[in-house]
């Protein structure tokens, strides 16, 4: 199942091989050009020099449907998505979001290093709001560790490689080794202790987050049993969140957070930054995606910043940015920032909202009569108020949840 392939080769006849640039316990990575749209991903192939063959495709085929379930239409920044799933010469391949900045690990253990827009104080969050996606949407990764988390170029961090990742209700998983961030109950032999589940993820994800915050790693029998606290190895944050931190790696799964989303609120609760919150519910795939004041949504362009909620759009006329969500206080409002608009329909029937710039543009190109009243550029939305980027037809429905 191992591919014999080299720089210049192409796959599907669509990738073209640039470089390695990974290679693991199940798959080699490549950096290829997608001839198809001229863009660069990263070309996973499964590779079985260290495993069965059955195991790396098992593990291949659940990365795949893993990632297509939860990044079918819509998905935060924070997770990296796929651009490509298919066979090639009876062989699997999945071609990924290029993502091309330093991982965590990269950054020394400061989230300091490099030029990015998170800092070390904003990085535990980043880190918690994608154990929170995951696990809102019934998702367990078991494999959150430095490496796995990635520097865009725009300095936004994103998830990768879901080959451990399984739905909740699949219930046990064991990993093949062990490292400083694999909670007890999922190291191999007879460490384990407990049953797989979302205080899995937890453990992990507080283990990251300290290494970030102070630069010192525990191997897993090196853990306290009462967990690791940041203020211990000097790191510079509010006690409260050392505090959350040190429950979170707590050998004990049951004295942990329950699950990414209580720990996300502790950790905010902690640092003082609790804000208002709601949610957009893709319900054609059953995808939930938290939304908070000044909530950017379009379709992620490479050299452009990645919108805070990405709708993969492979028809490519969706914006950039789509449209905006803030909290001005006392509500929600939605401000279109596209060229061609965005509709919603809290149950009166539709509403066209249409930028400046996109009305104009819609003017010189002729769609819009200039006899008619200009659209609005924003709305307030409601609970339930379905919102369709570009048109009610086009293949995008939206639903806003709001967390009162």
């Known amino acids: 199942m191992t591919w014999d392939l080299n720089q210049g080769d192409r796959v599907n006849g669509r990738f073209t091989l640039q470089s390695q640039i990974g290679k693991g316990g199940f798959a080699t990575v490549w ?18 020099s260290s495993h069965k063959r059955s195991v790396v495709r098992t593990r291949f085929e659940q990365e795949s449907r893993i990632l297509s379930e939860l990044t079918s239409s819509v998905t935060p920044s924070c997770i990296g998505h796929p651009i490509d799933s298919n066979t090639a ?82 219930g046990d998983s064991t990993l093949f080794y062990a490292d400083p961030y694999t909670p007890p109950e999922l190291a191999p032999t007879d460490l384990r202790d407990a049953a797989t589940g979302p205080w899995s993820d937890v453990y992990s994800a507080g283990k990251a987050i300290h290494y970030l915050l102070t630069g010192t790693t525990y191997d897993l029998d090196e853990t306290p049993s009462g967990g690791v606290q940041p203020h211990s190895d000097g790191a510079d944050c509010p006690q409260g969140v050392s505090s959350v931190i040190q429950d979170a790696t707590k050998r004990d799964p049951s004295a942990r957070p329950t699950d990414g989303c ?13 804000m208002p919150t709601a949610h957009l519910v893709e319900s054609q795939h059953d995808i939930t995606v938290e939304v908070g004041p ?96 570009v048109d009610p037809g086009y293949g995008f429905q939206l639903v806003f949840a709001t967390d009162e």
Do not use: C
Request: aromatic fraction near 8%.
């Open 262 to 274: 209580e720990f996300l609120e502790q950790l905010r609760t902690a640092a003082d930054r609790s």
């Open 89 to 170: 010469r009876g062989r699997q391949y999945l071609a990924l979001e290029y993502i091309s900045g330093g991982d965590l690990s990269y950054q020394n253990g400061t989230g300091r290093g490099g030029s990015t827009t998170h800092s070390a104080s904003d990085l535990p969050f980043a880190i918690a709001q994608m154990v929170a996606f995951l696990h809102h949407n019934d998702i367990l990764h078991l494999d959150i560790k430095p490496k796995n988390i990635r520097y865009r170029e725009d300095g936004t961090v994103a998830l990768i490689d879901f080959n451990t990742s399984i739905r909740q209700e699949t």
């Open 294 to 389: 000044d909530t950017s949504v379009g379709r992620p362009l490479r050299h452009e910043p990645t919108p805070d909620i990405k709708l993969l759009d492979s028809q490519q006329h969706i914006s950039e940015q789509q449209f905006w969500i803030d909290w001005d206080g006392s509500r929600w409002v939605l401000y279109d920032t596209s060229l061609n608009g965005t509709y919603i329909n809290d149950g009166s029937g539709w509403t066209w909202i249409l930028s400046e710039d996109g009305y104009h543009q819609q003017l010189s190109a002729g769609r819009i009569d200039r006899t008619a009243a200009q659209p609005h550029e924003g709305a307030v939305l409601t609970g339930g108020t379905t919102i369709a980027p």
């Open 31 to 48: 950096k290829a050009r997608d001839e198809t749209t001229g863009s660069t991903v990263a070309l996973k192939l499964p590779d079985d």
